[in-house]
C-alpha cells in the first residue's frame, strides 16, 4: 500500500483531497488506479482511502478505515553540524527510518560547507524533500521536519527543553570513559533527548567547554573515529535500542 501525507485540511468529511506534486506522483509516476487503496497520514490520524478520483494536479480518496496515530513515547532532536557535499542526505534519511523527531542543521566554527543566505532555504527544501520520502518508503507515522539552520550557541539556548542533551566529542571517545550507553544507564527513566554533532574536523575546545557550562553531557562512542554522518546515525540508533525502539 502507498504512502502519503497531507495536512488534516485536506480532509473534508468521508473524503481526502491529494494535491500538487503528490497528485502527479499518483497519476504519472505510479500510475495508480481508480479503486486501488493507500494510506494517508495527516497531523492526527492514519487512513485507508479509496482513489475516486485521478488528475494530475488533485487526487480524492474516499475514508475507507481511520486509524488513532501511535506515536513513539522518546522524542530525539538531532542538532546536525553541516556537513560537506551530499552527507547531509544520508544523515536526513537515516533519521527519518529511526525515528528522530526533528533536525536542526547548525553551523559551527570547523564547518566546511559555505552558508549563505541566497542557499540556506534551498538547502531546507531539498532536505525537507528527502525527509518526506524516507517517511513513505519506512511507512512512518508522522513526518520529520527539518528546522532553520542556526548557529551553534543558538542551538544551545533551543536545548533548555530537552531532558538530556548530549554533544559527540572525540576526546572524550578516545579516552574510553562516559560512553553513550554509560550515560543513557544513568538517566533510565528519560525520553526527550537531543544529540549535537559536529562537522568533519570535530568541534573545537572551546565550543566543547561552553556546551559543558550549559549542562551538555560530553560523551563518545568508543576509540574509533566515526564520520560525522555515521556518528549521528549510531547515536541515534543506540538511543533507539536503549529504549527498547528497535
Not at 502527479?24 to 488506479?33: D, E, G, P, T, W
Not at 538531532?78 to 552527507?87: A, D, G, N, R, T
Not at 564547518?111 to 512512518?140: G, L, M, P, V, Y
Not at 567547554?209 to 541515534?236: M, P, Q, S, Y
Request: with cysteine; hydrophobic share 40%.
Amino acid at each position: 500500500m502507498k504512502n502519503f501525507f497531507i495536512k488534516n485540511k485536506n480532509v473534508i468529511e468521508n473524503k481526502i483531497f491529494i494535491q500538487n506534486s503528490d497528485a502527479f506522483h499518483i497519476s504519472k509516476v505510479l500510475k495508480l488506479k481508480l479503486g486501488e487503496v493507500i494510506c494517508v497520514r495527516d497531523e492526527y490520524f492514519t487512513y485507508e482511502a479509496m482513489l475516486c478520483k485521478i488528475n494530475t494536479n488533485e487526487c480524492i480518496a474516499k475514508i475507507i478505515k481511520k486509524i488513532d496515530k501511535q506515536s513513539s513515547n522518546i522524542k530525539i532532536i538531532l542538532y546536525q553540524s553541516i556537513p560537506k557535499h551530499h552527507k547531509m542526505d544520508l544523515i536526513v534519511q537515516k533519521s527519518v527510518e529511526l525515528g528522530v523527531y526533528k533536525i536542526f542543521p547548525i553551523i559551527t566554527q570547523r564547518i566546511i560547507t559555505k552558508i549563505t543566505d541566497e542557499n540556506k532555504f534551498k538547502k531546507i527544501s531539498r532536505w525537507q524533500k528527502i525527509a518526506a520520502e524516507a517517511a513513505k518508503q519506512c511507512n512512518r507515522d508522522n513526518l520529520l521536519t527539518i528546522e532553520n539552520i542556526i548557529n551553534f550557541y543558538e542551538a544551545l539556548k533551543n536545548m533548555e527543553n530537552n531532558q538530556l542533551t548530549i554533544m559527540l566529542f572525540e576526546k572524550i571517545g578516545k579516552s574510553g570513559i562516559n560512553n553513550l550507553k554509560a550515560v543513557l544507564k544513568d538517566h533510565p527513566k528519560l525520553n526527550n533527548f537531543g544529540i549535537i554533532v559536529g562537522p568533519e574536523g570535530g568541534f573545537t575546545e572551546s565550543e566543547a567547554n561552553f556546551a559543558k557550562e550549559k549542562d551538555v553531557h560530553l560523551v563518545g562512542l568508543g576509540k574509533r573515529i566515526l564520520r560525522t554522518e555515521t556518528a549521528a546515525i549510531i547515536a541515534t540508533a543506540i538511543i533507539m535500542y536503549e529504549k527498547n525502539e528497535i
